[in-house]
């Protein structure tokens, strides 16, 4: 049975703390302590910022709220039906952002981006600037059930979520020429590296490819790539290997032998892309979880940012992607009974194939597949 990593920000050093099942299983507390601690979890409510978001966001979010409440989770929604579709900044983002420094953590869906050049900046990235939630993951791995053309995928994506091409400094220098500014820092860079390696080492992963544009950019791309060997180094004695690849060979390798890869980690842009590409291989961007990681909060919202406002309202939209990043924020919670039985669910009624939406060849509605995922419980 799959299983999601548990996903816990320590908020010392900015690290994502990222445990398997059988990580958990192996720690040092007394089997009693551990269940009394696991029971005090389960009791104590947890408030949690929910941002529907834009296009099927709606329907996605009232599916995992369906799911928690079959299953007893202990939260407490926090709702804020934010939306992209307003002329300029919406006063309802700050009062989402002061919900999330409050609660530290959040479920959300995509919001909506206008594309004018008269339109406000992105929500999304706003949020993630904001609330510096800087490491990004995707978990692309092969769904039993599921049709695919490669077998054996199961890799990470992380990208920088704060810098990089979204860094929005842009400005026409004359009539007709735009130049627009790429950020990258060592600072930044240093701290998503370790990131993916912490990732690495503790998910029992054994390589990190870094991904980048460096013989072209060798200023910016350079800095990046040559940060990523440096802190490869304060890991020597791991068994993490880290190479690197550009990022133009890396999507064609990635489309023709994507086992190759465990853990890889880049700039926004090439994440953006690549998370998008990973994705088609494992059967679309329904089935991505992700998660949002910094040193003080951590929003989960599904890997493939798509809003689907083309199937909005019409209840078709896969949940499988928002309900696996909900599983991460419930392991992210600590809460992992409750996450176990959700994604077990979740995979159980999608190998059984009775009940599969129409994205994976089946018919199924969206209502139906939760109902499906709660009769699985």
């Known amino acids: 049975m799959l299983k999601l990593v548990n996903t816990t920000a320590l908020r010392g050093n900015g690290i994502t703390k990222a445990m398997t099942t059988r990580t ?22 947890h408030k949690v910022t929910l941002v529907p978001g834009d296009g ?31 002329a300029s900044g919406d006063t309802l983002m700050k009062d989402t952002l002061e919900s999330l ?5 959040g479920l959300k869906g995509t919001l909506y981006t206008p594309v004018s050049k008269l339109g406000h900046a992105s929500f999304n990235v706003s949020m993630r600037k904001d609330l510096d939630i800087y490491g990004s993951i995707s978990l692309i791995k092969n769904i039993p059930g599921v049709p695919s ?10 990208r920088e979520n704060t810098e990089g091409e979204y860094s929005g400094l842009e400005h026409q220098s004359h009539p007709g020429v735009v130049e627009s500014l790429k950020i990258v820092t060592r600072f930044k860079t240093e701290r998503i590296a370790r990131f993916a390696f912490d990732f690495a080492l503790r998910n029992n992963r054994k390589k990190v490819t870094c991904i980048h544009k460096a013989n072209i950019m060798k200023l910016g791309d350079g800095l990046f790539l040559k940060t990523c060997r440096d802190v490869a180094e304060e890991y020597k004695g791991s068994g993490i290997t880290l190479n690197d690849m550009i990022v133009d060979n890396a999507s064609m390798q990635l489309v023709s032998r994507p086992q190759q890869f465990d853990v890889m980690v880049m700039p926004n842009l090439y994440g953006s892309i690549l998370s998008n590409v990973g994705a088609g291989l494992v059967g679309g961007p329904g089935l991505i979880p992700g998660a949002n990681i910094g040193r003080e909060y951590a929003v989960f919202e599904p890997g493939c940012r798509h809003v689907g406002a083309d199937i909005s309202g ?20 600590g809460l992992e009974g409750h ?12 190998e059984a194939g009775k009940t599969k939406t129409r994205d994976i060849g089946g018919t199924a509605s969206t209502s139906e597949f939760t109902d499906a995922v709660i009769n699985a419980l």
Do not use: C
């Open 24 to 45: 958990l299983a192996t720690t040092t507390v007394a089997p009693s302590l551990a269940q009394e601690v696991r029971k005090v979890r389960d009791k104590t409510i």
């Open 56 to 86: 099927i966001g709606v329907e996605l979010s009232e599916s995992v709220k369906a799911v928690f409440a079959a299953t007893k989770a202990p939260i407490e929604w926090e709702q804020f039906d934010l939306t992209g579709h307003v």
């Open 101 to 105: 420094r409050r609660n530290k953590v």
């Open 149 to 158: 053309r490669f077998r054996g995928i199961d890799l990470a994506i992380i």
């Open 314 to 333: 019409s209840n078709v939209a896969n949940p499988t992607a928002m309900i696996l990043s909900s599983v991460m924020l419930l392991r992210h919670l």
């Open 339 to 350: 996450a176990n039985r959700i994604s077990n669910a979740v995979y159980r009624t999608i």
